[in-house]
């Protein structure tokens, strides 16, 4: 089993920064890829931004040039670095992790979701 503990959400300006964390623990073998995904009310979960093992970043369109996929594999963690955000960001963000164990079985696994409020 793997888990996922987000942090860094909250409520911000708009024209703010906030910057996302997810750290994984448990029975990783070998991370696939990471993301993170949101969903605003009444509305569907969406794809934000990905990057995968040794692959470049993708990104929503509503979300280039302000947010910044990164990962830190050492640490099992995935950060979103969030830029002149926008109310219309708003929503729970959540991450998403596609891991491999040692058995070579490869698994989805989703942070508990954070939310972030962009409002003057």
């Known amino acids: 089993q793997v888990q996922l503990v987000e942090s860094g959400g909250g409520l911000v300006q708009p024209g703010g920064s906030l910057r996302l964390s997810c750290a994984a623990s448990g029975s990783i073998f070998r991370i696939r890829a990471m993301a993170w995904y949101r969903q605003a009310p009444g509305n569907q979960r969406e794809l934000v931004a990905g990057?995968?093992?040794?692959?470049?970043?993708n990104y929503a369109e509503s979300v280039k040039g302000r947010f910044t996929i990164s990962g830190d594999n050492a640490k099992n963690t995935v950060y979103l670095q969030m830029n002149s955000l926008k109310p219309q960001d708003t929503a729970v963000y959540y991450c998403?992790?596609?891991?491999?164990?040692?058995?070579?079985?490869?698994?989805?696994?989703w942070g508990q979701g954070t939310q972030v409020t962009v409002s003057s």
């Open positions: 990057i995968t093992s040794g692959g470049a970043p």
């Open positions: 998403n992790f596609k891991v491999t164990n040692d058995r070579g079985y490869t698994f989805e696994y």
